[in-house]
């Protein structure tokens, strides 16, 4: 069993029998946070759709943007494509939204509902290049799954 396959069952046990979304959104950044080697931020932005753009939720690492539009940044390419987005270099991501200057790399796996809708992203910044690759998108991509079965 790989470390994040691993997560991915201590996510599945944290969430037992737990369907408030803040709590279980907070515990997964948490649970992210503290499992995974070489980040500096792990959180969420949920899709407010009054407002048409993303809105800070739940959270591990320093100060953050509070408001994304759609189309915007990594976090606004991916809710508006519905797909994950790994950037290996953020200075070369042509509308790159510098919340944090440590940041070097990040990954963003939107969060969609049983219906298909946006309900959010699952963000990971990291202070070093290339810190994501494909299979680890991957066991994110699972994680985000694992957490909507919760929250949907």
């Known amino acids: ?42 959180g969420f932005y949920l899709y407010n759709s009054k407002n048409d753009q993303l809105d ?35 200075s070369k991501f042509s509308s790159y939204i510098a919340c944090d200057s440590a940041a070097k790399s990040e990954l963003v796996v939107p969060m969609l509902k049983q219906d298909g809708s946006l309900y959010g992203v699952l963000d990971l910044d990291a202070p070093i290049l290339n810190r994501f690759n494909q299979s680890f998108a991957s066991e994110m991509e699972e994680f985000a799954r694992r957490l909507m079965a919760t929250i949907d």
């Open 56 to 90: 800070l939720g739940p959270f591990q690492g320093k100060v953050a943007c509070m408001h994304i539009a759609l189309g915007k940044g990594v976090c606004g390419v991916a809710a508006s494509t519905k797909e994950t987005q790994i950037v290996g270099d953020v």
């Open 1 to 42: 069993m790989t470390e994040l396959s691993l997560l991915n069952e201590q996510l599945s046990a944290l969430l037992t029998n737990e369907h408030s979304a803040i709590a279980n959104l907070a515990n997964a950044s948490a649970l992210i946070n503290e499992s995974v080697d070489n980040l500096n931020w792990a």
